[in-house]
């Protein structure tokens, strides 16, 4: 079982929709949760972060972590062509390395 | 501009030639990492270190060594390259392993033939 896992997709919403990426995690130590954007041919890129239980929102975009399900989301409101990309969730344990997923392909239709 | 740079930007390499991937970052992290990402497969990490003088092995390292002289330069080195090295190579850093954001080179799309 991988560490981490996500939902390849592709996923496709329509412009100003709400997209929704998933990810679970299989390391119940795991501390810290991130949610990085790669764009095509370019480097992954920070978008969120997450360390509590709960929701954390920063613009149209709202990172989920609830610890007890090993379930971490981001979602994407009013969704734009510009967030078409590959988005990659990473899990972290202190004094250790990060555990990417294999990302999950968005595509948002104008 | 502080970051990650990364050279070369990519390279055609022989099977069986030495090569070195540079990495250098002027944020004063501890850690530095090296990834290479395949299609399908994600990002997969190749070797780490938590902080200069000391490196660890990840999941594929085999065929990859790593040295960390100092705090800014990790460089990736394979001693023989083969067909299955092909990839993007991508250097990381992180003021603190495992807990803050690791910040991404430009990558280095290396084809070995």
């Known amino acids: 079982q991988k560490e981490v896992e996500q939902n390849s997709g592709p996923l496709s919403v329509p412009e100003g929709a709400i997209a929704s990426l998933n990810c679970t995690y299989s390391d119940r130590g795991s501390q810290s949760f991130f949610w990085y954007r790669q764009y095509s041919g370019k480097s992954p890129e920070l978008i969120m972060f997450?360390?509590?239980?709960g929701d954390k929102e920063d613009g149209r975009f709202t990172a989920q972590l609830n610890k007890a399900s090993q379930y971490v989301s981001l979602l994407i409101r009013d969704s734009q062509p510009s967030d078409s990309a590959t988005y990659l969730c990473?899990?972290?344990?202190?004094?250790?390395?990060?555990?990417f997923g294999t990302g999950t392909s968005l595509t948002v239709i104008p | 501009i502080a970051g990650i740079t990364q050279a070369p930007t990519s390279q055609i390499l022989a099977a069986g030639r030495r090569m070195t991937l540079r990495c250098t970052q002027d944020?004063?992290?501890?850690?530095m990492y090296w990834y290479r990402q395949d299609l399908g497969l994600g990002l997969r990490l190749i070797h780490y270190s938590n902080t200069a003088g000391t490196t660890g092995k990840g999941e594929v390292p085999d065929g990859y060594s790593v040295s960390r002289a100092n705090t800014d330069d990790f460089p990736l080195t394979l001693a023989s390259a083969v067909p299955s090295q092909t990839s993007v190579y991508f250097c990381a850093s992180s003021d603190s392993p495992g807990v803050a954001e690791q910040f991404f080179g430009p990558g280095t799309r290396l084809t070995v033939l």
């Open positions: 944020m004063r992290h501890n850690a």
């Open positions: 990473a899990v972290g344990v202190a004094g250790n390395q990060f555990y």
């Open positions: 997450i360390y509590s239980n």
